[in-house]
């Protein structure tokens, strides 16, 4: 089963997502404003926290990061301790794998002394090209000798293009076949559509992040997010779902 991870990015959309509990699977706390990965407030965290379903685990990213270990390690516990259980980070400004293991291996400790259940996800972009950042390919690879528990990609540049305009599925395959490889979890972002459910789910994706698509005219910006556009969406994921089950070849 695929889990469908919501971004909402502030309190009043965690509210929204909170009317659609039952179509989601995680809670994710960003500010999209400070960026793809954006980090929020470490008390809207913690409202976020408060106000959403207890079964329901909420996520924070750190930010789109710097090559700075001992600032992310703390920033990275600043959202466990604020009642985050998976703890994203934006490896953006990495630009070797190695720079990479090294954030990863200190927001890991920092993480897990603290709250050992915790999931920590490594994250890469898939416009890496575009900002100069570490390759796609190279980041299950960091989660793996970090110790994080996924590995995912996100687009930095939020400019309509998509995950698969810059990795294609074949490529996005690999991406999840090398995370797995190393018993970690797959996650693909990057102003994902309904239309591309269906690649996602047959090349095994653990978790498919969203927000643009469940905004309001599909609009991470100014568009807010509808707890009837999760339904729709998590409708689409099911259908896709079972679909591949079955062995039917799927529209999309
Ligand atoms: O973690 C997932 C991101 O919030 C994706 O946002 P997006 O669908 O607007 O690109």
């Not at 909420?58 to 604020?82: C, E, R």
């Not at 970090?146 to 996100?154: N, Q, R, T």
């Not at 309904?194 to 643009?212: E, K, N, W």
């Given at each position: 089963m ?15 997502c909170?009317?659609a ?73 990495c ?19 603290h709250?050992?259940?915790a ?10 090209h ?22 995912m ?27 797995h ?35 309001e ?10 707890p ?10 099911d ?14």
């Amino acid at each position: 089963m695929v889990l469908l991870l919501i971004s909402p990015d502030g309190v009043e959309e965690a509210l929204d997502c909170a009317k659609a509990a039952e179509h989601l699977d995680i809670v994710d706390v960003k500010k999209p404003d400070e960026g793809s990965l954006g980090a929020n407030f470490p008390w809207v965290i913690r409202e976020i926290r408060d106000a959403v379903p207890a079964d329901k685990p909420v996520s924070a990213t750190v930010g789109d990061v710097p090559y700075k270990p001992g600032t992310v390690a703390q920033a990275a516990l600043g959202a466990v301790v604020s009642g985050a259980t998976y703890i994203k980070v934006g490896l953006y400004g990495c630009t070797t794998p190695e720079q990479g293991i090294e954030v990863m291996r200190a927001v890991v400790r920092a993480v897990k002394d603290h709250r050992p259940d915790a999931l920590v996800v490594a994250s890469g972009y898939a416009d890496a090209h575009r900002i100069g950042c570490v390759n796609p390919l190279a980041v299950p690879d960091i989660a793996a000798r970090s110790g994080a528990d996924a590995a995912m990609l996100d687009t930095a540049i939020k400019d309509g293009t998509r995950l698969f305009d810059h990795v294609p599925p074949d490529v996005c395959a690999e991406f999840v076949r090398l995370a797995h490889a190393s018993g970690r979890l797959a996650a693909l972002a990057g102003s994902v559509k309904q239309a591309d459910l269906g690649p996602l789910t047959r090349i095994g994706t653990d978790i498919v992040g969203v927000r643009g698509a469940v905004c309001e005219g599909g609009d991470r910006n100014a568009g807010r997010i509808q707890p009837h556009l999760v339904a729709a969406f998590r409708a689409e994921m099911d259908r896709q779902a079972q679909e591949h089950a079955v062995g039917v070849p799927a529209v999309n």
